[in-house]
C-alpha cells in the first residue's frame, strides 16, 4: 500500500498528470476488451447449449442457439461450425399443415389447438406448424363441435406433412342446422330467386322454341303455296295459316312468360302474396300443330 502511493506523491502526480491520456486510453481499451470477451463468451454457450439441445431431440431450442452463435460478431470458427450446425437442425425439423374441415368437406375457421400440456392455445392460419420430433397430443375445439383429439407421430426431417382433421358437429347443433326454412324462404329455389320465375323462365323458353318450331313451318308451306296458286287446296291453306298463327301466340307466350319472370326475380314478395300466387301453363291443339297456354293470377 505504501508504494502505491508514493506513487501519486510529489513528482508522481505530474508524472500521472501527463499519463492521463495513456490511462484513459488503456481503460478504454479494458472495457472494449472485456466487452468482447462478454460476446465471445456468449458464443461459446450457445454453441455448446446448441449441442446439446440438438442430441436430446429439442431442435426448436438447438436452431435458437446456433442461430446466437452463427451470428458475425462470434469468433470465426465458432461462427463457422454453428452455421453448418444451424443448417442440420433446420433439415431435421418437422412441420405440419393442418386442415380442419366439417364432414360436408368445408373448411372450419377459428379453431383452438391446444398441443400436449400447454397453457395457451395455438392459432392455426394456415402456415406450417413446426414442431420438436416424437408422439404429440393434439386437441382441437371449436363451437358447435365436438373436441377432436389426435395422437401424431412427429418425425425428423418430415416436412410439410398435411394433417386433415375432420370436426364433428354437437348433437343439438345438427337439429339446430337442419331446421325447416321460413316461410318466404320455401318459395325460393337457387338462392334468393323464387320458383314461380324459374317456371316462367323455363315456359318462355320452351314458346321461343315453338314460335320457331312453327314460325319456319308455315313460312315453308306458304312458300309452297306462291306455286300453285289459284288453285291450292284449301287444306294446305288452312295449315300454313294455323302455323303462322301458332307462331304467333308462341312468340307472345314467350314474351309474356319471360317479362314475368324478370318482374317476379326483381320485386320479391311477401310470403302471403306468394302463397296467394296461381300458376297454370299447358299447351292447346290447333289445326296443323299446338299452342301454349299460361294463365295465373300475382
Known sequence: MGRQRSLFAGPGRAVLRG????????????????????????????????????????????????????????????????????????????????????????????????????????TLDGSALVLDPGTRTFRFNRAGFEEQVLEIVVREGEQGRVVDVVLAPLSGSEDQDVAAPAPEERDEVG???????????????????????????????????DSCKPGCAQSDVDSAKSKWIASNISFGVAVIAIGAAVWISLDQPSSDRAAKRQLRAGMAPAPGGGVGLLSGSF
Open 191 to 225: 338462392g334468393s330467386v323464387p320458383a314461380s320465375a324459374w317456371v316462367l323462365g323455363g315456359l318462355g323458353v320452351v314458346a321461343l322454341g315453338s314460335y320457331a318450331y312453327f314460325g319456319v313451318q308455315a313460312k315453308s308451306e306458304r312458300d309452297d303455296l
Open 19 to 122: 499519463a492521463g491520456p495513456l490511462l484513459l486510453a488503456c481503460c478504454c481499451w479494458g472495457s472494449v476488451a472485456s466487452a468482447a470477451g462478454t460476446s465471445v463468451d456468449r458464443c461459446l454457450d450457445a454453441s455448446e447449449r446448441g449441442q446439446r439441445q440438438r442430441d436430446t431431440g429439442e431442435l426448436k431450442r438447438a436452431r435458437e442457439s446456433f442461430v446466437t452463435c452463427s451470428n458475425q460478431a462470434c469468433p470465426g470458427v465458432v461462427q463457422k461450425d454453428c452455421v453448418a450446425w444451424l443448417s442440420d437442425v433446420e433439415h431435421r425439423l418437422p412441420s405440419l399443415v393442418i386442415r380442419v374441415r366439417d364432414p360436408d368437406g368445408n373448411d372450419v375457421g377459428e379453431v383452438e389447438l391446444w398441443l400436449d400440456d400447454a397453457e395457451q392455445p395455438l
